[in-house]
């Protein structure tokens, strides 16, 4: 009679499958992996992603400046020419120096040059004149020999620099003082009898000299750009070669 081997008890059984379920169940229960943290020194810094910069403009050519900057303003101020409603009518106006900046004017009004000038001075006689194209320096000789000079514009019809005092002894305020009461021809006429005596002429200067008895205006002129000197009589008017 053959032997039976013996079944395995059931507690190895179950202690065998109790270790299988227990792997098992620590297999699908474990914690996951921790996720890791870093240190703040670990911690890089973003990096700012570098922007590219425009080129610089060329900065626009600036024009005059028009407040308070150093060049001319744009209200008609000191620096810009003036304007023809500044222009005084009794002629006694203080002028700014500047003149009005013009050329030489295709004519000129000796009579509102002199008499300008004379506005000017307070009163007097003309006893020299002198200048180029639009600026002209006027001289007047008061009642006792006294001088006052100014500029005259002959664009804008009056004084632009002046009057201004011009000293003299007593001796020569007397002199002018006497040749300026005796003459009859004033500077004026005088510069029409000078320049017409020679075609196109023009003037460069005009004094009074000579002595009371027989005063005498000298004329310098410009004639196709050579000089030409007349003296003219201030009693008589009468032109002769200077």
Known sequence: MSRRRPAPSRSAAALGLGL??????????????????????????????????P?????AATGTPTDGGTGASTDGGATGAP????????????????????????????STVTQQGIAAAGGGSV????????????????????????????????VTSGPFPKDSDAATKAADAARAAAARVDAETA??????????????????????????????????????????DAVSGAVAAG
Do not use: Y
């Not at 080129?55 to 900065?59: D, E, G, K, L, V």
């Not at 023809?84 to 000796?110: E, I, L, Q, R």
């Open 55 to 59: 080129a610089p403009s060329t900065p």
């Open 191 to 232: 510069v029409d009898r000078a320049l017409a005596s020679a075609s196109g002429a023009s003037l460069r200067a005009l004094a009074l000299g000579g002595t009371a008895a027989a005063p005498v205006w000298s004329a310098t002129l410009s004639v196709d750009g050579a000089t030409k000197r007349v003296r003219v």
């Open 83 to 110: 304007t023809d409603g500044d222009a005084p009518t009794d002629g006694s106006g203080t002028g700014t120096g500047n003149g009005s900046g013009a050329g030489a004017p295709a004519s000129v009004d000796w």
């Open 127 to 158: 006893v020299s004149i002198a200048g180029s194209g639009d600026d002209w320096t006027v001289v007047v000789v008061g009642p006792d020999g006294s001088r006052t000079q100014s500029v005259v514009s002959v664009a804008l019809g009056r």
């Open 20 to 53: 299988v379920l227990t792997m098992g169940l620590a297999a699908c229960s474990g914690d996951p992996a921790p996720t890791p943290t870093r240190s703040p020194s670990a911690s890089a810094t973003p990096r700012a992603t570098p922007t590219t910069q």
